[in-house]
């Protein structure tokens, strides 16, 4: 072994010889960039703003009178903390209630088991739909079978999505909640159920949306949660026929959602303003503290800090952005009234609050420099910096798909598919420190961004009388 | 720094001296005892019986349906196993079923927390009742407060338990769910919510049993989850009165519960018998893994285990106890027919699945030499031996107390109070290593306790025809 060993070492350049020829020219960080990045450590404006739209509000599903008072809210927020130009842009929206939900192993082992509906699911009376599951280990296999097989019977989906740092695994893993119901509707399925998109193991189904396409007909669709998902499993391995019955009450209706924007304007009012922001919307299930309280409040702390420290040089621009979560409308809004204009760069924060892990860059071959600033700025804060030709986020993703310039803050996934689109999203979820390093490296980011901060004139206080 | 260290050290004795000094005459351990320990580690029954009972049969509330179809199940098991005696002894109870539940924020920020009825709950029709929160930090704060602050209210009661291995919050910082509705029904509240008696952060109530002494009126009495608890907490932070909706229905009636035992017969039918258990009944939320199937399955994995290598000289008797969580209803039923019997030992499994880490017994003087041979035999699975004066369990507790022998094998109950009473006590949180250390501990301590196992002449298998 130890022949083979020498061999290996000998054929293959060393990693650090490998880095030391590929070194690029050495960055300096400007020390005002060091300071406020390493003074946000201390940072509580992200926490009052996640605790308090969590704990004031708690759930905001998009287009409900919840996310109308969080809108109220947010702008009472940004205009207490000093920001320019606050205002909502209103757009209507498809909503709904979610009512009764169940789901009832009816034979062979009578029990019941934990079901939420999925966003945009079709709706059950208080009879619910009874029928034989049929189970498949994949949308794939759902795919291949016959409808014969399927049609008249309630399909279940199985999943085996792993908890990666990145969340890789919701892309493959999400199909059965994203295709399986208008796959299993065209079969001529009378519902389904699918295993939550997620990697937990509590009593608490993942919702998430789901649209009916090519024509399919809207049936009851239901995420199980992951224990019921795997009691399921359980009961079908026995081999006896597994009869259920499904109840997914609720309503559908239109209501109005919208983005709150507000604005910390640049000395150079002419140059394209940056973006930054998160999603003010949640599902209805938690209180949205990790999807995306956390995130709005990390962008705006962040644009906070800046202004803090002077007037920058172009004009940072904060969204919260309505209904995200079932179908990016606030992101659509957004893009059809300002898409055309240029960005100097879109950020998001959109995946939690634990530590950020690794920065990517989609600024142009142009400004390959400031990107290597903000690597430099951030690798203090165990931040790796990632390519330089990529960045993404929800509301903006079409945007940065257009070609507008973005900068991505990865945030590590590992445990947030525990807690995404649960009940279990709420705000003792967010560890204060980990929040904290976000808003220490978006600050440090927005710094460089920027195009430098110069101190103000602050106006003196009011005399006393 | 140094020099305070050496005079700590000439001031104490060392460990090591102290325990060389005390050392008691080394124990032997019979090697068959020993075999038998170890080839449990590759258990399988246990987890079967686990596996079998939460997926066939699931919640099993007492006096429930669920629950009779559990004791069928159960005696078609020990039967199927080739235990003798096999039999049930019914008794009736009070049983109900849950209905809708709800606890509603209604000013002065609207939203819904999670709420479950305790058992033994007041009922409040589809109404619910409405009022303002009082909150106390403690049973004793709610106990000082006068009936004024309290009257036409609903009261909170928060609390502070910690996650201990040895359980020991549960005695003291269950008091809210024990004595606070209670209490707060005498001062004249018109509800009463907890936080959960819990160490998790799940949106998953723990339930769990309380009775309205001193001529209380029942009043509705909800544990909170404790997310919700801590949510509660911060809106009433905020200094403005809070109005809380809470909706608790269900149905309260007679049901029929029951012991199933069934036996291993000793060489010796005159002598007292070993009593192993554990209880079948478990809360109406989850399935029951931890609580109790788990308990059941690893003192009858054990019996089996005996019984499979020859006949002990005592008898073994195994007892599934009906009614543990509404009342310890089975162990009293118990107790009237056979507490006045001598019994060489009575031991219980009634806190988990994860690993045992503690013995304890009471076997009374003259059978210390027995208790240490048990410590003996556990000590390579990382067992420490506790005391010689004590022994516990739920449903054999008030039998213990009347002076029958016992034995303890304590489980680490660190993560215990996270699934306790909750929907996630389910058969995904059993550790199948941890499990089968369990077996083996009660392998080896009933090896010692049966008196020795004499390998049977087994009948010859039937002649093929």
């Keep these: 072994?130890?022949?083979?060993?020498?061999?290996?070492?000998?054929?293959?350049p060393t990693p650090l010889f490998a880095q030391a020829a590929e070194l690029p020219p050495p960055v300096a960080v400007d020390p005002r960039v060091v300071a406020l990045r390493d003074a946000a450590l201390d940072d509580d404006y992200a926490w009052e703003i996640t605790e308090g739209l969590t704990t004031e509000i708690g759930?905001?599903?998009?287009?409900?009178?919840?996310?109308?008072?969080?809108r109220a809210w947010a702008v009472a927020k940004l205009f207490a903390l000093g920001f320019s130009n606050v205002r909502i842009e209103s757009f209507p929206v498809q909503t709904g209630t979610r009512g009764t939900e169940?789901?009832?192993?009816v034979a062979p082992f009578p029990q019941a088991l934990v079901v939420n509906a999925l966003g945009g699911s079709g709706l059950t009376g208080p009879e619910g739909v009874t029928g034989e599951i049929v189970a498949f280990d994949s949308v794939d296999a759902l795919r291949l079978a016959p409808d014969s097989a399927v049609r008249g019977k309630i399909v279940f989906v199985?999943?085996?999505?792993?908890?990666?740092?990145?969340?890789?695994?919701?892309?493959?893993?999400?199909?059965?909640?994203?295709?399986?119901p208008t796959i299993a509707s065209k079969k001529g399925a009378?519902?389904?159920?699918?295993?939550?998109?997620?990697?937990?193991?509590?009593?608490?189904?993942?919702?998430?949306v789901m649209t009916f396409s090519d024509g399919a007909k809207p049936i009851p669709a239901g995420a199980l949660s992951i224990?019921?998902?795997?009691?399921?499993?359980?009961?079908?391995?026995?081999?006896?026929?597994?009869?259920?019955?499904?109840?997914?009450?609720?309503?559908?209706?239109?209501?109005?959602?919208?983005?709150?924007?507000?604005?910390?304007?640049g000395r150079d009012l002419s140059l394209p303003p940056i973006l930054v922001g998160g999603h003010l919307d949640s599902w209805d299930l938690g209180t949205g503290a990790i999807d995306d309280a956390a995130g709005v409040a990390i962008a705006t702390a962040a644009a906070k800090r800046i202004m803090d420290a002077g007037r920058p040089l172009r004009t940072i621009r904060i969204v919260w952005f309505g209904s995200e979560e079932i179908g990016l409308f606030g992101g659509e809004d957004y893009r059809a009234k300002y898409g055309k204009q240029p960005h100097h760069a879109m950020l998001e924060s959109d995946f939690g609050a634990d530590k950020i892990?690794?920065?990517?860059?989609?600024?142009?071959?142009?400004?390959?420099?400031?990107?290597?600033?903000?690597?430099?700025?951030?690798?203090?804060?165990?931040?790796?910096?990632?390519?330089?030709?990529?960045?993404?986020?929800?509301?903006?993703?079409?945007?940065?798909?257009?070609?507008?310039?973005?900068?991505?803050?990865?945030?590590?996934?590992?445990?947030?598919?525990?807690?995404?689109?649960?009940s279990n999203d709420t705000l003792d979820k967010i560890d204060a420190a980990q929040l904290r390093q976000n808003v220490a490296a978006w600050t440090a980011t927005l710094a460089i961004l920027s195009g430098g901060i110069e101190p103000e004139a602050k106006p003196s206080p009011p005399k006393r009388r």
């Design 1 to 12: 072994m130890k022949h083979c060993l020498a061999a290996l070492l000998l054929a293959a």
């Design 59 to 70: 759930q905001r599903l998009a287009g409900s009178p919840a996310e109308a008072r969080a």
């Design 102 to 105: 169940s789901a009832e192993v």
């Design 158 to 180: 199985d999943h085996h999505m792993p908890a990666n740092q990145d969340g890789s695994g919701y892309g493959q893993f999400g199909a059965p909640r994203r295709q399986g």
């Design 190 to 208: 009378i519902a389904i159920v699918i295993r939550s998109i997620g990697t937990d193991h509590n009593r608490t189904p993942h919702t998430g």
């Design 227 to 265: 224990p019921d998902a795997e009691q399921l499993v359980r009961i079908l391995k026995r081999g006896k026929p597994v009869t259920m019955r499904l109840r997914l009450e609720g309503t559908h209706k239109m209501g109005t959602s919208g983005n709150v924007i507000a604005e910390v304007p």
């Design 357 to 422: 892990y690794k920065v990517d860059s989609k600024l142009g071959a142009t400004r390959r420099d400031e990107a290597r600033m903000i690597g430099a700025a951030l690798a203090p804060l165990g931040i790796v910096t990632g390519s330089f030709e990529e960045a993404d986020g929800s509301d903006i993703g079409p945007m940065l798909e257009d070609g507008q310039p973005g900068v991505g803050l990865s945030q590590d996934g590992t445990r947030y598919f525990d807690l995404h689109h649960t």
